[in-house]
């Protein structure tokens, strides 16, 4: 079975440009999360979806950052305009419900702003 | 909030050390609690869980058993490999509408040979 597929892995983009994200959940997975990782801390909830609904968006910095589920599968998360300070690694998780608990992680995108 | 505190690290053993990773939580009701791991170049993943008070998780050799009177999850594994080198995150759940995953800071284990 395939796991949580993100791509890219890397990017580097100066600071004000856009950057998007792309996430593939297991086959099946209703439930699908998107955690910001900074240096040294643990991941920290962005946003989580149920299906194309986004059920927990409390944590987005909704000013520059967006995101969206079309279909309740693949999910896209956008950056727009970038600053230094987001400088972190995006990942991107699932599972098969949010009673189910157990949540498969991607090896996540690594983000560099210059 | 709900929030994990995980010991300050990072900590270096010698292979076949007794390992001991402590984990202390804060939280309203009865939450889920996992050791999340992470080796070099990878994703987490999940290494156990457990579910209820007195419940031990358990995998590759490792062990924790959620304590509600400490409110602790601390790790364990009798004699480490230099395979096991890597960030080990606590974590804590709740099921239903604030289903969320909060992660303590991790903490990075180097297994020396």
């Known amino acids: 079975e395939a796991g949580v597929v993100q791509s890219p892995r890397y990017k580097i983009i100066e600071k004000k440009q856009p950057v998007a994200f792309w996430c593939n959940p297991i086959?099946?997975?209703?439930?699908l999360y998107w955690y910001l990782q900074n240096l040294g801390q643990g991941p920290e909830l962005l946003i989580r979806?149920?299906?194309?609904?986004?059920?927990?968006d409390s944590q987005l910095p909704k000013d520059r950052f967006s995101a969206e589920r079309l279909k309740g599968v693949d999910s896209t998360l956008k950056i727009q305009p970038a600053e230094l300070g987001d400088s972190a690694v995006y990942l991107c998780?699932?599972?098969?419900?949010?009673?189910?608990?157990?949540?498969?992680f991607g090896p996540g995108t690594r983000l560099l702003v210059l | 909030g709900d929030s994990v505190t995980q010991m300050e690290g990072p900590v270096t053993l010698s292979e076949e050390a007794f390992l001991t990773i402590n984990c202390t939580y804060t939280?309203?009701?009865?939450?889920?609690l996992f050791w999340y791991v992470q080796y070099p170049g990878e994703g987490l993943q999940l290494l156990l869980k457990?579910?209820?008070?007195?419940d031990k998780g358990s995998n590759k050799g490792f062990e924790a058993t959620y304590r509600k009177e400490t409110t602790s999850f601390h790790l364990e594994k009798g004699s480490v490999q230099v395979s096991d080198s890597a960030v080990y995150f606590c974590?804590?759940?709740?099921?239903?509408?604030?289903?969320?995953?909060?992660f303590g800071k991790g903490i990075t284990l180097s297994v020396r040979p």
């Open positions: 939280a309203t009701g009865y939450p889920s």
């Open positions: 974590a804590l759940s709740k099921t239903g509408a604030n289903s969320k995953l909060t």
């Open positions: 086959s099946g997975h209703n439930t």
């Open positions: 979806y149920e299906n194309e609904e986004a059920v927990d």
């Open positions: 457990a579910t209820k008070a007195d």
């Open positions: 998780a699932s599972s098969l419900s949010p009673v189910g608990e157990t949540q498969y």
